[in-house]
Nanobody
Framework: EVQLVESGGGLVQAGGSLRLSCAAS????????IGWFRQAPGKEREGVAC????DGSTYYADSVKGRFTISSDTVYLQMNSLKPEDTAVYYC????????????????WGQGTQVTVSS
């Protein structure tokens, strides 16, 4: 059974940092790219960042460029200079990483971890 479990969410003040981790079991990471997505209350789930397992290419949503870093060495999303608009449930997913961060290209999903940024 494939499982993805996110951790590292929490409450942080604007300007602060958090590191989200994604633990996986039941599949080989090298066979899938990893993406991070988020869903704010009342909004659709959107892509945040992804990384290719084949060549390490990374893609970021414009809203997080320069502030977030994705890594697959130990699967994490480093989030710096957080803003209140970053508040959302964050999900890691395994699938295909492309520049458009399309949800339907991801096969496996975690349950999500809450990130709340206070102003």
């Amino acid at each position: 059974e494939v499982q993805l479990v996110e951790s590292g969410g929490g409450l942080v003040q604007a300007g602060g940092s958090l590191r989200l981790s994604c633990a996986a079991s039941g599949f080989i990471f090298d066979d899938y790219d990893i993406g991070w997505f988020r869903q704010a209350p009342g909004k659709e789930r959107e892509g945040v960042a992804c990384i290719s397992s084949s060549d390490g290419s990374t893609y970021y949503a414009d809203s997080v460029k320069g502030r977030f870093t994705i890594s697959s060495d130990t699967v994490y999303l480093q989030m710096n200079s957080l803003k209140p608009e970053d508040t959302a449930v964050y999900y890691c997913a395994a699938g295909l990483c492309t520049s458009v961060l399309r949800l339907n290209e991801y096969e496996y999903w975690g349950q999500g971890t809450q990130v709340t940024v206070s102003s």
